[in-house]
């Protein structure tokens, strides 16, 4: 009932710059906090960046003062600007988040989009 599509992903040089877009649909009552991670070849997933409902945000000590996460509430939507892209960027970036889809029962769950892949190569 609920889905995440990521866009913007691709292949880019080292130095430039991606913006990536995850947009939630379906059954969607509010959305807590959104969220970037991003899994390379052979290692673990890991968070990228997070943005709360208020605006607080953190990112990965990796991605700081090069990437910004933000977020548009009314359409449900959170992006990632990916500036000054290293090689050790190249992943398969996933959006996630905290979604309430009923009225009647408090339950947040999370939900992650299908992911899109960064390289980061000349």
């Known amino acids: 009932q609920v889905q995440l599509v990521e866009s913007g992903g691709g292949l880019v040089q080292p130095e430039g710059s991606l913006r990536l877009s995850c947009a939630a649909s379906g059954s969607i009552v509010s959305i807590n906090a959104m969220g970037w991670y991003r899994q390379a070849p052979g290692k673990e997933r890991e968070l990228v960046a997070t943005?709360?409902?208020?605006?607080?945000?953190n990112y990965q000590d990796s991605v700081k003062d090069r990437f910004t996460i933000s977020r548009d509430n009314a359409k449900n939507t959170v992006l990632l600007q990916m500036n000054t892209l290293k090689p050790e960027d190249t992943a398969v970036y996933y959006c996630?988040?905290?979604?309430?889809?009923?009225?009647?029962?408090?339950?947040?769950?999370?939900?992650w989009g299908q992911g899109t892949q960064v390289t980061v190569s000349s």
């Open positions: 996630n988040a905290d979604i309430r889809t009923s009225r009647a029962i408090n339950i947040v769950k999370t939900y």
């Open positions: 943005i709360t409902s208020s605006g607080s945000t």
